[in-house]
């Protein structure tokens, strides 16, 4: 498995390199606040996210001038809890790696799911620790060298994951990880 993740996280390195000096393009001069790898419950996929301020008010005018809130969850009614969710559900931001016309993100993922089929589920645990930590590597490692911004404190950098009740002890920790202690006391505070 070692093999694999050494494998892995060289190509997820190069692919969020990749990916996020396209997206860039598209974004053009919006500002960037946040950048997150996301993935699902099984382990078997990881995309890529970024949000910016411009974006982030876009969507949360749509949703309250359209009263959108109708056909979201009951709990998003209150202003504050929608902005909130707008700004750091990544779900529900504007940019990620399919808006490439060629990802090489979606490569390495498929490059994970293969691996992840032939893992035994007695092993999924090991596996998917393993995987959070390439994860984690590859942001750290590009958010070193500065790729995301020139500040640390400028930008918030997380790993998600879509379809699981363990999301916000993922966010956390991986925010703790990979971010200035004056971003991460921030984003800890995220949903006060």
Known sequence: MKEFFDEFGKRMVMAVRRDFKGLSKIIGNERIYAVCLVTDSDAM???LAINTYEKMEEKYQKYTQKN???NLNDEILNDEILYKTVKWVPAEWGYDNSDLE???IVIVSDYLAEKRESIEDSRFQEFEEKFYEAMAETLLTLHNEGLFC???DDITVFISIS???RI???ENY???VLNSENVRS???KRWD
Request: no cysteine; aromatic share 12%.
């Open 45 to 47: 996929t990881v995309f």
């Open 68 to 70: 959108w809130s109708e």
């Open 102 to 104: 060629q990802s090489e």
């Open 150 to 152: 020139h500040e640390k």
């Open 163 to 165: 379809d699981d009740e």
């Open 168 to 170: 916000e002890m993922v």
């Open 174 to 176: 991986s925010a703790g």
């Open 186 to 188: 921030k984003f800890m």
